[in-house]
């Protein structure tokens, strides 16, 4: 009887003391195996699943305005000079992460110059040519008397490859329901002077109305703006990949 207690309280002491330190000792001699991430900024999970371009191709990001010119203006708001500027920096930066070259006419507001329209879209072409950049977007902004229209238009030259690009950046906007769609206008590319230089294959956005509510509290919000990012990188991806 004695030797069946003395086994008893063997078997006790192992399950109580010994086997939990062996358990422990195993979990420290795996820590190295525990994945360390050493980058300076960690990808977000947005960023993992960006897709990468092939094509490489060097994109111009335009945005409207600037310096003395601001744009339409609206008593309380946010200029359309800054609206289509944090929209192009967020465009390029998404298009940039998926591996196109990307480059701007402006990154900042630090434009001493002041040109006519004629002159400004001359210096911003001349940007994209100095970059040699293989499609020009530009971003900008309507304004209008009646505050009730709103929605976006894209205009293009007549040329195939951003004629497709700019139906694919309506089918992007309208799957993020953004606002209303205007149509997309190829006919009348040569009255706007940015769209002038058929050497490069260029699209107007003509983004929203800042005089709409609607569109305005769209246009200013970050989370907003990052979706009309994303909405014209997945263009890109389909159209120039």
Known sequence: MKRVIIFFCLALFMAVIIQPNISNSLVKNVDHDIPVNTTSRPLTNEDASLTQCESKAVICIDADNGGNDHGYEVEGRQL???????????????????????????????????????????????????????????????????????GYSIFTQENVKTIALANEIANQFEVINYSEYKGIDSDHYENFPILSNKEIPSILVQIGHITNQSDYSYLVDENFQMKLANAILKAFIKEIN
């Open 80 to 150: 359309a000079k800054d609206i289509n500027l944090a929209l192009a920096l967020k465009i390029g930066d998404r298009l940039s992460k998926s591996g196109y070259h990307v480059i701007y006419t402006r990154q900042d507001d630090n434009i001493q110059e002041s040109y006519d329209s004629d002159e400004s879209a001359e210096w911003r072409i001349e940007k994209a040519i100095a970059g040699q950049a293989d499609y020009f977007l530009s971003i900008t902004l309507y304004g209008d008397s009646d505050i009730y229209q709103k």
